[in-house]
């Protein structure tokens, strides 16, 4: 079975750091792009940042640009949002997803279940 | 970036309804168009990609169209297990943009 499992979320003060993972499963991991894609509580969808099989390829959102680093490990078969200088604002539903291509010019058809980061004091 | 805009942002329609929602692109995406399906407190679900293709899975009930700027899902029938809110998403180019979704409600 092909699956998402993300980790690593949970409340954290406004200007600190937290890294969030992504544990796939069911798949040959280092043949597809993986992605990053928020929802804010009660809003729609934002893709947040993506990463080509090899990690030849990455982007980010502008609302997220060095801030935040994406990275993978192919021989975890994990992906990995290091987030840093936090701000209220990025407080959403994280979830990991894999795209039906090896770069990132491509839709996700995999979708983990999300984990939740709270940016509070 | 390009921008993402559905219409309409909601739609209340019947059991048996023939639905059509639009997304445009602000420029030419080409074909790199995909639609999500969106239950509550539920992770989105692929159901068409490269604007016409149909996800493996997905009834054939489901059907997407256009090309450059313009396209629509369509959904021939609507049966109870797709009221739901839909979203397209460009993958012509980063950032990869969604649209600010529809929401599909029973009338």
């Known amino acids: 079975e092909v699956q998402l499992v993300e980790s690593g979320g949970g409340l954290v003060q406004p200007g600190r750091s937290m890294r969030v993972s992504c544990a796939a499963s069911?798949?040959?991991?280092?043949?597809?792009?993986m992605h990053w894609v928020r929802q804010a509580p009660g809003k729609g969808l934002e893709w947040v940042s993506g990463?080509?099989?090899?990690?030849?390829?990455?982007a980010y959102a502008d609302s997220v640009k060095g801030r935040f680093s994406i990275s993978r490990d192919n021989a975890k078969n994990s992906l990995y949002l290091q987030m840093n200088s936090l701000r209220p604002e990025d407080t959403a539903l994280y979830y990991c997803?894999?795209?039906?291509?090896?770069?990132?010019?491509?839709?996700?058809?995999?979708w983990g279940q999300g984990t939740t980061v709270t940016v509070s004091s | 970036d390009i921008q993402m805009t559905q219409s309409p942002s909601s739609l209340s329609a019947s059991v048996g309804d023939r639905v059509t929602i639009s997304c445009r692109a602000s420029?030419?995406?080409?074909?790199?168009l995909n639609w999500y399906q969106q239950k509550p407190g539920k992770a989105p679900k692929l159901l068409l990609y490269?604007?016409?293709s149909l996800q493996s899975g997905v009834p054939s009930r489901f059907s997407g169209s256009g090309s450059g700027t313009d396209f629509t899902l369509t959904i021939s029938s609507l049966q109870p297990e797709d009221f739901a809110t839909y979203y397209c998403?460009?993958?012509?180019?980063?950032?990869?943009?969604f649209g600010q979704g529809t929401k599909l409600e029973i009338k």
């Open positions: 998403q460009q993958s012509y180019n980063t950032p990869c943009s």
């Open positions: 490269a604007a016409s």
């Open positions: 990463i080509s099989w090899n990690s030849g390829g990455i």
């Open positions: 420029q030419s995406i080409s074909t790199y």
């Open positions: 069911g798949f040959t991991f280092d043949d597809y792009a």
């Open positions: 997803t894999k795209g039906y291509g090896s770069g990132i010019f491509y839709g996700m058809d995999v």
